[in-house]
């Protein structure tokens, strides 16, 4: 089985900073793209960030220039550095990975159980 479980969530000041990671854990062959979601109360599931197994990376406007996306490859782990966080930023973020668990097997989509971040004005 394959397990994707974030961390670094919290409540924090408008101006503030928070770090999110998400390790992926269990039978892994390869990873291929690994991404940032979030979904606010009320609102639809938003792709946040996304970086491709060669390090290349992608935003959703509204965080581009205050947010960064990273990965350790030797450690199966994502990362979301937010700075200049906003109380629009207040959402349940998540994790998704794509990976392969055998190099036999396509790859499949898993998704971590959130983490909630909190932005207060």
């Known amino acids: 089985q394959v397990q994707l479980v974030e961390s670094g969530g919290g409540l924090v000041q408008a101006g503030g900073s928070l770090r999110l990671s998400c390790a992926a854990s269990?039978?892994?062959?390869?990873?291929?793209?690994m991404r940032w979601y979030r979904q606010a109360p009320g609102k639809q599931r938003e792709l946040v960030a996304g970086?491709?197994?060669?390090?290349?990376?992608n935003y959703v406007d509204s965080v581009k220039g205050r947010f960064t996306i990273s990965r350790d490859n030797a450690k199966n782990t994502v990362y979301l550095q937010m700075n200049s966080l906003k109380p629009e930023d207040t959402a349940v973020y998540y994790c998704?990975?794509?990976?392969?668990?055998?190099?036999?097997?396509?790859?499949?989509?898993?998704w971590g159980q959130g983490t909630q971040v909190t932005v207060s004005s």
């Open positions: 970086i491709t197994s060669d390090s290349s990376t």
């Open positions: 269990g039978s892994i062959f390869s990873i291929n793209d």
């Open positions: 998704n990975a794509e990976i392969r668990r055998t190099s036999i097997l396509r790859t499949y989509v898993y």
